[in-house]
């Protein structure tokens, strides 16, 4: 797999990626930032967690209540109304690898399989 990326939609790097859980439990809050952190060694952003309270500060709202795995892409998130997901997360018992293909669609990183 390579990953394929669209400029246009990439975030700066010069600014921190403000991410704000919208429900869902501690738990699974570490969970997903354990694995959002992983990128952070090799794409140049850095994530920054904020209260709910504060999710007019956010670029990325994640929720564990819709259903299936899906994100807006990229900066497409800004597009986004402040009290609506960019992301949804079907908490399960899934693979650490189908988290991370969310995530990485999430930051415009779009997986090509070759």
Known sequence: MSLV???????PNDKPIVVCFLDGDSWQHE????????????AHITFE???????KLSNIRISFKGEGFWSAVGTDAQYVKK???TMNIEFMPIASLVLKNAISHRFEFNSEVT
């Open 5 to 11: 990326m669209k400029r246009n939609r990439l975030w």
């Open 31 to 42: 969970f997903v930032m354990k694995h959002a952190k992983e990128w952070e060694k090799c």
């Open 49 to 55: 967690v904020v209260a709910d309270a504060d999710r």
């Open 83 to 85: 009290d609506k997901p």
